[in-house]
C-alpha cells in the first residue's frame, strides 16, 4: 500500500520558470510533511517542511503548499536553477512518530 | 557540524554471502534510522534506534537482517545470507531525539550501494 504518491516520475523545465511537484497521500494520520533532495552518490538532503496546522510555508526559492482536504501537497520552486536538477521526494509522518514514508521520487532536470 | 558517515560506499558479493555496513551519526543525535532504496523507489525504513533501543523494526526482514547500536552511537546493519533482491542503496539517517525543534528532520548519509550477484 503506497501511503505517499508521486505520480511523475519526471519532470523538465527550462531555467528561469516555475517547477511545480506534486505529491498526495492516503493516510489521514500524516500531520508533517517535508522535501528532500538527492543528488547521484549523495543521500537525501532536507529541502523544506510543513506542518499539517499550515498550508504554506516559504524558504527563499521554496514554496510548499499543503491541500489537507484534498490530501496533496506541491513545491514549488521560482525561479528554477540548473543546481536544482535532481530527484525530490515528498516523505509523510505522523502521531509523533518520527518514521518517514516516502514517495518515489521525481526526477527534475533544468534545462539552460 | 561533521555529516552521517557510512562505509562502505560500495560492496559487490555472491548471493548467500553475508555483508556489513556501518554507520556514525550525527554527534549528539538520539535517534537513528537505517532505510533500503531500491532502485526507482522511495527510501524504505527497516529500523529506528533511540538511543541504543529498538522503536520501529516492524519491516526488517528478521530472518536475515539484523542491526545493533552499541553504546547508543555507531550502528552496524548485517545481512545474512544475502538474496539478489538485496541489492539497493542502504541509507543512514539521523535526527535529534524528541521534543527537540528540529525532531522530525532527519539527516542522510551517503548510503552504501550494494549489489547481490
Known amino acids: 500500500d503506497q501511503q505517499v504518491k508521486q505520480n511523475s516520475p519526471s519532470l523538465s523545465v527550462q531555467e528561469g520558470r516555475i517547477s511545480i511537484l506534486n505529491c498526495d497521500y492516503t493516510?489521514?494520520?500524516?500531520?508533517?510533511f517535508l522535501w528532500y533532495k538527492k543528488y547521484p552518490a549523495e543521500g537525501p538532503t532536507f529541502l523544506i517542511s510543513?506542518?499539517?496546522?499550515?498550508d504554506k510555508n516559504e524558504d527563499g526559492r521554496f514554496t510548499v503548499f499543503l491541500n489537507k482536504s484534498a490530501k496533496h501537497l506541491s513545491l514549488h520552486i521560482v525561479p528554477s536553477q540548473p543546481g536544482d536538477s535532481a530527484v525530490y521526494f515528498c516523505?509523510?509522518?505522523?502521531?509523533?512518530?518520527?518514521?518517514?514514508?516516502f514517495g518515489q521520487g521525481t526526477r527534475l532536470t533544468i534545462n539552460p | 557540524e561533521a555529516g552521517v558517515a557510512q562505509s562502505p560506499r560500495y560492496k559487490i558479493i555472491e548471493k548467500r554471502q553475508s555483508v556489513a555496513f556501518w554507520c556514525n551519526p550525527i554527534s549528539g543525535h538520539a535517534t537513528l534510522y537505517w532505510y533500503q532504496q531500491i532502485l526507482g523507489q522511495g527510501p524504505k525504513l527497516l529500523i529506528q534506534?533511540?538511543?541504543?533501543?529498538?522503536?520501529?523494526d516492524s519491516q526488517l526482514p528478521k530472518d536475515r537482517f539484523s542491526a545493533e547500536r552499541l553504546k547508543g552511537v555507531d550502528s552496524t546493519l548485517k545481512i545474512q545470507p544475502a538474496k539478489l533482491e538485496d541489492s539497493a542503496v542502504y541509507l543512514c539517517a539521523s535526527s535529534e531525539g524528541p521534543g527537540t525543534a528540529s525532531y522530525n528532520e532527519q539527516f542522510f548519509g551517503p548510503g552504501t550501494r550494494l549489489t547481490v550477484l
Open positions: 493516510n489521514s494520520m500524516f500531520d508533517y
Open positions: 516523505a509523510a509522518s505522523g502521531q509523533g512518530a518520527q518514521k518517514l514514508v
Open positions: 534506534f533511540q538511543n541504543n533501543g529498538v522503536v520501529d
Open positions: 510543513i506542518s499539517s496546522i499550515k
